[in-house]
């Protein structure tokens, strides 16, 4: 039983994927809290979509595509905060319209290669990719994700509980905002790599939102989604690796498992 | 005819007599190819259409359907002797070289000793490449015909009377134009054969991009043990972890010295291999189609050639 | 550790001379609607008094109030408050407001979310102390609301809510306090004892200005009351 | 000109891709409108990745994807209103969650089969797949989808604009709620063919977004719609024959397209 | 054309002798919350009175016309509408909430929403005809809403809005009317037509349910008062 759990992980690449997926788990998890806190569940599904044509085009100048992902997250994460305060349109079609055409340029400059089979890692992840520089740059995003939340984490949360009382004493809720939107974009681009551009939804959705269940705090909150969101990335790894399934989904199934746990506890507790 | 390979032949064959398009044209992956609406606008005017079969175009018959031709079609495999994906076709060659007594004394001694390590290393190799998964209902059979050119004679054979029936009237021609190919395809067969034996016994494995060197190795004496998808189909996904760590494995276990990639496949996985394994930059092998006129290998004969010297310098 | 404030101190002199609350010609409105909701405001309320905003709903109260709290730009004119322009002094300034934007499925607790209102004093980066703890168990000791410190703000019912931003809106210690109905749902009970802490506010000498249809608050409460109609303010009886 | 515009549809199988295309368009714009508006995007987006495991099941076991596509649809639609009544996560997690859980299935059953040729078409479209049985139910899925809003149009209206009052006249907002989630589902399960699963999105709330920019009217909204998908579809396909694009991609930029016009025109006129 | 109703009719029999209102007992709250808003209610009221309900914020005002109008369960007891239970005779009777859960943004024109005031007559299916447009352009003539007739509902002021709003309930034709706060942001110059406008449908011999914190109906408008406190009912001055 031990050996069946500790197996996988025998293979350097194994645990490099399992290092980098639970440090973006932690990351997305962490995020996570606000983002489904302050409701903005969609726009943390969007971004994950609308990632891909910065890395499709990171992919075809062969550059890394880390920064392919960061660019286009950022550029979405402007973007809809530009078209939604013009109020033309309400903010969650104008999510639905940035997030559909960015991820058919995605789609466009992939059928322009000769197959798509390149961008399946891309679109799905992959555990087979993770290089140490990946790592590294994983690593880094994580303790910038983890000192930027401890630094200004009094502010997000004041900034989310009561954004009219944050502006009054000068804490700049829109600016928190926008903050919290880059810290997203960091942490979706770096679960990108191991469950894929579709999938990273799950982990900064998942595991936040089962925590919050339970959760009296903003801090308990992040601490069970990190938890969460840990045991979710291990536990999806052994599965995948033992019946040969997709990686990505395997993690977002545990994870998604936690929360039908969660729920269930609470249902039945009522 | 369905890949620039098969177009190449009908082209040999048919000369000025014939107006070839090949649909996975030069550089494109015959197997994960898409046909664009406009080829199947075009697929409608066709007279003959030639293909390998045996799952190497798995679009085809869709395309076939949606265009509604009635074009005659020539699958190439057709009475050919095949393998079974990842069948271990050196359990039917225990040794490498069946006529080592008959050889000249200068290469004898070699012979004798390479038979014998040949012999010792089949009971090592695994039984099929991908055991158990990986059998897709599309594949009887391993497509992969073409990279034997004693394959390719019958292969072009069949083209020539295909030509004849179409168009009885330039039936010379065609028969003309084929016999003059043929010589070339053979002369090829036997410099490969001379060139590829400078590879010591030990280091005679082939580990590609997909599983697609079986007839060759079948043809010169290569083990195919397995390869970095584990399927005869650029189609599958990717291998899982535990498949990927069980090729490491292998590479290891046998001193695997170099692993090659198929041009028309992007070399991320096989990239992932040497880095995991602590090999040389994967080497590219032209496998499943012709390149563009200005490339490494615009026809049949020079792909052949390529591979061929790609392998000597990967494993000598 | 030093203070890196939200905002920007109030210009180093503290002009204690300089009146409460200016207004000068205001006319108040919001973005996207054409016409003002009040014009041609003016006043002058000194230090240590306290008045009160009458008027029917949609008057323009809470406008007002907003726009001594900075939430709204002005569209004419000039208000300063404690001599400085609006937004320089906000740690002088303490807000109550009426409509509340708060996302009260937030988890947080009372207690801290009482703690909130000492922010202003913290700035970035600073995390509240223990001097702060205290401060916070003592303003919610005064609004009997110490039992429920533990709970998360929406166990709370509509009242203990109202309390509990009161009890936010004290801890800020300003010396201005702008209050937007602070009985709304606040029951006979608790009124008497927000009625005691109002009392206690003016008797420290801070300045109230309250937006209210109550008179509860008793007869000698407010020095003035102040009504607004059609866009206007007026003095209403004697102070 | 003329010829190059007309040229891709000489074949049947491009008329049937177009006129399938043109109709699961229609569909999409028409309950698109009330999508958009009554900010339910999330939900159309999500929509349009939970059909994966429906379609993979169905293709699995040799089906036609429409009754699995149509399947999950429906158990989306009624997993997120039930979980999302209970109250214990917002709508919105609620539908990141089921969305992450269902599409991360869908990719897990994927990997199961060896090829994943058929899978492209599935979440990208593919203008070869439409047979004549599919042009007929989708012809049919139309014709109920255009029915059922003619007929419930002035409820429909009622329960967006003003639900309580349609509680009060007992004209069952809740229940029209549910009619058009089912819509919503019938819609989508017709644009998947054509746009693929992932693109499905783009045709439910970009024509309506740009449409509703302008628009004074429901009725209006739908006809402008309409006549955006309409465009679009028919500019997607001819620019797909003519430069070898995907067709999904196409089209969804082709609508982008039209909504960056309306867009644009609008914050011009001020 | 059959109307297929949106609801049973009054079960056949008109009962025009039963009282317009009848509370047994009656405990309302809200879901979620245990404690009750308001218990221990009785209350009859004849056809072609009108009554005043007064009471501070969240006395229970709003949630006492939500149980009249079938929003919202009762806990206790039983209420009679026009002598049928709740629920049965919702084209007798109209309702002009104060909170409104409308969506303003929606695409409608004001002569459109208005005649959502007639669909209970409509029915499944039926669309509005000349008649019903008919209807609905008086309706909007009495209240000068005829000039806007074209505007996007989005495109009024508040006044208009709630102008609006009294428009659709009037235009339901019932015979018992649950006004919540009419007055509420409609301004002085509209205030006398609205008044004009209640005054007309009191003279019909409509009756009339309004819960209000102004007295400007003016002194001989209401009936009798009632008075909402801690949860209970009672009357205030004689009627
Ligand atoms: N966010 C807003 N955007 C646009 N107009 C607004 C906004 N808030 C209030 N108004 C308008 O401004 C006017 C004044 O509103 P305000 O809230 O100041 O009234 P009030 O006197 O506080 O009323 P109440 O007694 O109901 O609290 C109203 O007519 C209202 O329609
Ligand atoms: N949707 C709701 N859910 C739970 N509690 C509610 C809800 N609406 C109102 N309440 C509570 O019910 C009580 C009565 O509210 P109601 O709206 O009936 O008061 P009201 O007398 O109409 O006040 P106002 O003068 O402000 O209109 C209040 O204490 C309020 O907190
Ligand atoms: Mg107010
Ligand atoms: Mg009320
Ligand atoms: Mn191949």
Same mark, same amino acid.
Request: glycine share 8%; aromatic share 8%; hydrophobic share 45%.
């Given at each position: 039983?031990?050996?069946?759990?500790?197996?996988?992980?025998?293979?350097?690449?194994?645990?490099?994927?399992?290092?980098?997926?639970?440090?973006?788990?932690?990351?997305?998890?962490?995020?996570?809290?606000?983002?489904?806190?302050?409701?903005?569940?969609?726009?943390?599904?969007?971004?994950?979509?609308?990632?891909?044509?910065?890395?499709?085009?990171?992919?075809?100048?062969?550059?890394?595509?880390?920064?392919?992902?960061?660019?286009?997250?950022?550029?979405?994460?402007?973007?809809?905060?530009?078209?939604?305060?013009?109020?033309?349109?309400?903010?969650?079609?104008?999510?639905?319209?940035?997030?559909?055409?960015?991820?058919?340029?995605?789609?466009?400059?992939?059928?322009?290669?000769?197959?798509?089979?390149?961008?399946?890692?891309?679109?799905?992840?992959?555990?087979?990719?993770?290089?140490?520089?990946?790592?590294?740059?994983?690593?880094?995003?994580?303790?910038?994700?983890?000192?930027?939340?401890?630094?200004?984490?009094?502010?997000?949360?004041?900034?989310?509980?009561?954004?009219?009382?944050?502006?009054?004493?000068?804490?700049?809720?829109?600016?928190?905002?926008?903050?919290?939107?880059?810290?997203?974009?960091?942490?979706?681009?770096?679960?990108?790599?191991?469950?894929?551009?579709?999938?990273?939804?799950?982990?900064?959705?998942?595991?936040?939102?089962?925590?919050?269940?339970?959760?009296?705090?903003?801090?308990?909150?992040?601490?069970?989604?990190?938890?969460?969101?840990?045991?979710?990335?291990?536990?999806?790894?052994?599965?995948?690796?033992?019946?040969?399934?997709?990686?990505?989904?395997?993690?977002?199934?545990?994870?998604?498992?936690?929360?039908?746990?969660?729920?269930?506890?609470?249902?039945?507790?009522? | 005819?369905?890949?620039?390979?098969?177009?190449?032949?009908?082209?040999?064959?048919?000369?000025?007599?014939?107006?070839?398009?090949?649909?996975?044209?030069?550089?494109?992956?015959?197997?994960?190819?898409?046909?664009?609406?406009?080829?199947?606008?075009?697929?409608?005017?066709?007279?003959?259409?030639?293909?390998?079969?045996?799952?190497?175009?798995?679009?085809?018959?869709?395309?076939?359907?949606?265009?509604?031709?009635?074009? /005659?079609?020539?699958?190439?495999?057709?009475?050919?002797?095949?393998?079974?994906?990842?069948?271990?076709?050196?359990?039917?060659?225990?040794?490498?070289?069946?006529?080592?007594?008959?050889?000249?004394?200068?290469?004898?001694?070699?012979?004798?000793?390479?038979?014998?390590?040949?012999?010792?290393?089949?009971?090592?190799?695994?039984?099929?490449?991908?055991?158990?998964?990986?059998?897709?209902?599309?594949?009887?059979?391993?497509?992969?015909?073409?990279?034997?050119?004693?394959?390719?004679?019958?292969?072009?054979?069949?083209?020539?009377?295909?030509?004849?029936?179409?168009?009885?009237?330039?039936?010379?021609?065609?028969?003309?134009?084929?016999?003059?190919?043929?010589?070339?395809?053979?002369?090829?067969?036997?410099?490969?054969?001379?060139?590829?034996?400078?590879?010591?016994?030990?280091?005679?494995?082939?580990?590609?991009?997909?599983?697609?060197?079986?007839?060759?190795?079948?043809?010169?004496?290569?083990?195919?043990?397995?390869?970095?998808?584990?399927?005869?189909?650029?189609?599958?996904?990717?291998?899982?972890?535990?498949?990927?760590?069980?090729?490491?494995?292998?590479?290891?276990?046998?001193?695997?010295?170099?692993?090659?990639?198929?041009?028309?496949?992007?070399?991320?996985?096989?990239?992932?291999?040497?880095?995991?394994?602590?090999?040389?930059?994967?080497?590219?092998?032209?496998?499943?189609?012709?390149?563009?006129?200005?490339? /490494?290998?615009?026809?049949?004969?020079?792909?052949?050639?390529?591979?061929?010297?790609?392998?000597?310098?990967?494993?000598? | 550790?030093?203070?890196?404030?939200?905002?920007?101190? #109030?210009?180093?002199?503290?002009?204690?001379?300089?009146?409460?609350?200016?207004?000068?010609?205001?006319?108040?409105?919001?973005?996207?609607?054409?016409?003002?909701?009040?014009?041609?405001?003016?006043?002058?309320?000194?230090?240590?008094?306290?008045?009160?905003?009458?008027?029917?709903?949609?008057?323009?109260?809470?406008?007002?109030?907003?726009?001594?709290?900075?939430?709204?730009?002005?569209?004419?004119?000039?208000?300063?408050?404690?001599?400085?322009?609006?937004?320089? #002094?906000?740690?002088?300034?303490?807000?109550?407001?009426?409509?509340?934007?708060?996302?009260?499925?937030?988890?947080?607790?009372?207690?801290?979310?009482?703690?909130?209102?000492?922010?202003?004093?913290?700035?970035?980066?600073?995390?509240?102390?223990?001097?702060?703890?205290?401060?916070?168990?003592?303003?919610?000791?005064?609004?009997?609301?110490?039992?429920?410190?533990?709970?998360?703000?929406?166990?709370?019912?509509?009242?203990?809510?109202?309390?509990?931003?009161?009890?936010?809106?004290?801890?800020?210690?300003?010396?201005?306090?702008?209050?937007?109905?602070?009985?709304?749902?606040?029951?006979?009970?608790?009124?008497?004892?927000?009625?005691?802490?109002?009392?206690?506010?003016?008797?420290?000498?801070?300045?109230?200005?309250?937006?209210?249809?109550?008179?509860?608050?008793?007869?000698?409460?407010?020095?003035?009351?102040?009504?607004?109609?059609?866009?206007?303010?007026?003095?209403?009886?004697?102070?």
């Amino acid at each position: 039983m031990i050996d069946w759990l500790l197996d996988p992980f025998a293979a350097p690449f194994m645990q490099r994927a399992l290092l980098a997926a639970a440090l973006a788990g932690v990351n997305c998890a962490v995020i996570g809290v606000y983002i489904v806190q302050r409701r903005m569940s969609f726009f943390g599904g969007a971004l994950s979509h609308t990632v891909l044509p910065g890395m499709v085009f990171a992919f075809l100048r062969g550059l890394d595509i880390f920064w392919g992902a960061l660019g286009a997250a950022l550029a979405t994460a402007f973007g809809v905060s530009w078209l939604a305060r013009r109020r033309e349109v309400g903010e969650d079609a104008a999510i639905g319209v940035v997030l559909s055409g960015m991820f058919a340029l995605g789609v466009l400059m992939m059928s322009q290669v000769n197959s798509f089979r390149d961008f399946n890692a891309l679109l799905f992840g992959s555990v087979l990719g993770v290089a140490p520089a990946d790592l590294i740059l994983t690593a880094i995003v994580t303790v910038i994700v983890l000192i930027a939340v401890g630094l200004i984490n009094k502010e997000l949360e004041l900034a989310s509980v009561d954004p009219e009382y944050a502006r009054v004493i000068g804490a700049r809720p829109d600016r928190m905002r926008t903050v919290l939107l880059v810290l997203t974009a960091l942490s979706v681009v770096t679960a990108v790599r191991v469950v894929g551009a579709l999938m990273a939804t799950a982990l900064l959705i998942t595991p936040a939102a089962a925590a919050l269940i339970w959760a009296r705090s903003v801090g308990i909150a992040m601490l069970l989604a990190s938890g969460i969101a840990a045991f979710s990335v291990i536990a999806g790894l052994i599965i995948s690796y033992q019946f040969d399934f997709s990686s990505g989904a395997s993690i977002v199934l545990a994870s998604t498992a936690c929360f039908a746990g969660s729920w269930l506890a609470r249902a039945w507790r009522g | 005819a369905s890949n620039g390979i098969a177009a190449d032949w009908v082209r040999q064959v048919g000369g000025n007599q014939v107006q070839v398009a090949s649909f996975a044209d030069s550089g494109a992956d015959p197997h994960h190819f898409e046909p664009s609406p406009r080829q199947i606008n075009e697929l409608a005017k066709a007279d003959l259409i030639v293909a390998f079969g045996e799952g190497l175009e798995p679009w085809l018959n869709e395309a076939i359907v949606a265009s509604g031709t009635s074009a /005659r079609k020539l699958i190439l495999t057709d009475g050919l002797d095949l393998l079974e994906p990842g069948e271990a076709f050196w359990v039917d060659r225990p040794l490498l070289y069946p006529d080592a007594a008959n050889k000249p004394p200068c290469c004898k001694e070699d012979a004798l000793v390479a038979n014998e390590i040949w012999t010792s290393m089949i009971p090592q190799m695994p039984k099929s490449a991908n055991d158990g998964h990986g059998h897709d209902h599309d594949h009887g059979y391993d497509p992969h015909v073409w990279l034997d050119p004693q394959m390719a004679v019958l292969m072009i054979l069949s083209i020539n009377n295909a030509l004849n029936e179409l168009d009885p009237i330039h039936a010379a021609y065609f028969d003309k134009r084929r016999e003059k190919y043929l010589d070339e395809i053979i002369t090829l067969d036997e410099w490969a054969e001379a060139r590829l034996g400078e590879i010591p016994t030990r280091r005679r494995l082939l580990i590609n991009y997909h599983d697609n060197l079986r007839y060759f190795g079948r043809r010169y004496g290569f083990f195919t043990p397995t390869s970095i998808l584990g399927s005869v189909s650029t189609e599958s996904p990717d291998p899982s972890a535990r498949d990927f760590n069980r090729l490491l494995k292998l590479i290891s276990r046998f001193g695997v010295p170099a692993v090659f990639v198929d041009s028309t496949a992007n070399p991320r996985l096989a990239e992932q291999v040497v880095r995991e394994a602590g090999l040389p930059t994967p080497f590219v092998l032209y496998t499943g189609n012709v390149t563009a006129a200005d490339g /490494r290998a615009p026809d049949y004969l020079s792909l052949m050639r390529g591979n061929v010297e790609t392998i000597v310098t990967a494993l000598r | 550790m030093k203070t890196l404030r939200y905002h920007a101190t #109030c210009g180093g002199h503290h002009a204690h001379e300089s009146p409460a609350l200016v207004f000068q010609n205001v006319a108040l409105g919001y973005p996207g609607a054409d016409s003002s909701v009040l014009s041609g405001l003016n006043l002058t309320l000194d230090r240590g008094r306290s008045i009160a905003l009458l008027g029917d709903n949609g008057s323009g109260k809470s406008t007002l109030l907003k726009s001594i709290a900075g939430l709204l730009r002005l569209r004419q004119g000039k208000i300063s408050v404690l001599g400085h322009a609006v937004g320089q #002094c906000h740690h002088q300034v303490a807000y109550l407001p009426q409509h509340r934007d708060i996302d009260w499925d937030f988890p947080i607790s009372v207690q801290r979310f009482v703690l909130t209102g000492l922010y202003i004093h913290l700035g970035w980066f600073r995390r509240p102390g223990r001097v702060q703890r205290k401060a916070a168990a003592e303003i919610l000791d005064r609004l009997t609301l110490t039992s429920l410190a533990e709970r998360r703000i929406n166990e709370l019912s509509g009242g203990q809510q109202q309390r509990l931003l009161l009890a936010r809106t004290l801890l800020h210690g300003a010396d201005l306090l702008l209050l937007d109905e602070p009985f709304n749902a606040v029951d006979a009970e608790n009124r008497a004892l927000v009625r005691g802490v109002l009392r206690g506010l003016k008797a420290e000498g801070k300045t109230l200005v309250t937006a209210t249809h109550e008179l509860d608050f008793g007869e000698d409460f407010f020095d003035a009351r102040f009504r607004l109609t059609d866009g206007s303010l007026t003095e209403e009886g004697a102070p």
